[in-house]
């Protein structure tokens, strides 16, 4: 079966492109797609339909919002495996894998991916999504570089967000020296990458860069 990963590197909305592959992998399922955020204080209603505006233009019609820790883990679970997509919010990248990972809402979203669901993550929900979870010292209160564990529906991918906003190349280059040469993506706000079976097939948006060799390369 197999596997589609959307990986933002800001927060809503889809680029055109995306939202159009998105939408076209998703039709082929039943049910409908669920969108999974950390409430933030002020109400979702009025943000969160930001995420799926783009879906919607391309045809998809049926969404639910769960947010999170308000949504019973039961309830979450049995969307999910009733879900023809998946969507990560963005925001406290910590709470996110604090509420998802190690969970059995990360089980089930690991579950239904595994099985070709398409999930997407924008920002904090693009960082939870390898195997290794690396939060940048912009995106922390200690303001240190620091990693934990992530859902793994990708193994061996090091993942930078807001990347050439936060002006970020010395945390993805902290996370090459710290774990290895491995693939690696600094992926710019307004940007996405689909990877097809964990393989890149598509950019859009801005920028996308990679540290290869200790050399930072812009490769869209």
């Known amino acids: 079966m197999d596997k589609h990963?959307?990986?933002n590197g800001g927060g809503p909305p889809f680029t055109q492109d995306l939202a159009r592959k998105y939408k076209d992998i998703a039709g082929e399922g039943a049910g409908p797609v669920?969108?999974?955020f950390v409430e933030r204080g002020e109400s979702w209603e009025d943000y969160v339909p930001v995420y799926t505006r783009p879906l919607a233009d391309a045809g998809l019609t049926e969404f639910r919002y769960l947010p999170l820790p308000a949504t019973p883990a039961d309830v979450v679970v049995q969307s999910i495996e009733n879900c023809s997509g998946i969507i990560i919010g963005g925001g406290d990248t910590d709470l996110y894998a604090d509420y998802i990972v190690d969970t059995a809402i990360g089980g089930a979203i690991k579950r239904r991916y595994e099985s070709g669901v398409p999930v997407a993550g924008f920002s904090a929900g693009a960082l939870i999504s390898p195997e290794l979870c690396i939060i940048s010292a912009k995106d922390n209160e200690s303001r240190l570089f620091y990693h934990r564990k992530g859902l793994n529906l990708?193994?061996?991918l090091l993942l930078s967000v807001h990347f050439t906003q936060w002006e970020d190349e010395d945390h993805l280059r902290t996370a090459v020296r710290?774990?290895?040469d491995l693939p690696n993506y600094g992926i710019d706000?307004?940007?996405?990458?689909?990877?097809?079976?964990?393989?890149?097939e598509i950019v859009e948006g801005g920028g996308v860069y990679s540290v290869v060799n200790d050399i930072l390369t812009k490769i869209h």
């Open 5 to 7: 990963l959307f990986l």
């Open 34 to 36: 669920v969108v999974l």
């Open 154 to 156: 990708i193994p061996e």
């Open 178 to 180: 710290t774990f290895g």
């Open 189 to 200: 706000e307004e940007t996405g990458i689909y990877l097809l079976n964990g393989m890149l």
